[in-house]
């Protein structure tokens, strides 16, 4: 089995890569390094069966070629992090929309099975106890940046199920809800790595708003294990799915969790949304998924619990923080 992984430098996608390797597939990674970083592929790189391109998902004639090349594709790539898209929110559009809409063409030209990734921003500010995967969106203003990239990860949905419904082609999107592991950065706004690399660094650690809004936290091996289940079934196709986790906690919990587990001196400290992010920043009061479709079409059961994927994420982000200052890299401390 041959799968393309666009944004396979990044985060999940590198994590995915690797699993494929071991699994004896050939992986072909594209991405441009925007947020992603060679060093991530460091264990596979030289393999045989792997090879990495740089290059934008949003040129056609390269995703074309590469589609040639495949026969399959999980399509990570999008521009991530809630600082970034604040910042940056016509490029977040242009390459969340721009980027489905080639992968997808490009795909269906083959007649190549896709898993898009989509996201649980996708559900908004929904009030329901746990987010089911039919529940309505209730986005916030377009005067509010942060909704761009809810709005462009809903248009990627719908352009995945519309490939499904009219030409038959085997799409399925994957809703992912905070996803963690080694390897994450918090430089664009990843809560979990931002915590861990300022409690390591002495702290404070900074937790935007009062604390009390509340996510889950999803092990990356369950989330990768999850979107192969998921583009290998084929029932799951012209479907939806929330991936994640169901266990929650408070930002605030999460915050002295961290602190605990590095340092019980440290200090935490409160920023308001309107200095972390923008001017009237609208956060979400909870954001838990209903797993019971993803459990029911592949068996999916979270395996990992929040203090054992921590210990591991402040392994990680200590050996990285201790190998910059050994490399003398200072500034390379700064975006974890
Ligand atoms: N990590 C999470 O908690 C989470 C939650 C919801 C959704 N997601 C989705 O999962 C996917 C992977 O996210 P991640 O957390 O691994 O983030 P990431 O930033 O580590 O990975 C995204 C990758 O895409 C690459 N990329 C961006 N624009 C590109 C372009 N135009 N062409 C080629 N490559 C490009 C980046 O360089 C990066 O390697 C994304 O689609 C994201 O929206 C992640």
Known sequence: MRSLITGGAGFIGSHLAEFLIERGDEVVVVDDLSTGRLANLDRITGHPEFSFTEGDIRDEDLMAKLATEVDRIFHLAAAVGVMLIVKRPVHTIETNIQGTEIVLRCAAKHGLPVLVASSSEVCGKGTGVA????????????????????ASKAVD????????REQGQRTVVARFFNTIGP????????????????ALKGGPITVFGDGTQSRSFAWVGDVIRAIVGLIEEPEASGRVFNVGCDEEITIGKLAEKVR??????????HVPYDEAYEEGFEDLGRRVPDLTRVREA???????????????????IRGRLDASIRIDRPSDCGQW
Do not use: C, N
């Open 131 to 150: 987010f089911e995967e039919e529940h309505d969106m209730v986005l916030g203003p377009t005067s509010r940046s942060r909704w761009s990239y809810a």
């Open 157 to 164: 949905e719908f352009l995945a199920l519309a490939y499904h």
């Open 183 to 198: 390897r994450q950065i918090g430089q664009y706004g990843m809560v979990v790595p931002r915590f861990v690399s300022q």
């Open 260 to 269: 605990d587990m590095v340092d019980p001196g440290l200090a935490i400290v």
């Open 298 to 316: 592949i068996g999916y059961e979270p395996t990992l619990g929040l203090d054992e994927i921590l210990k591991l994420i402040i392994e990680d």
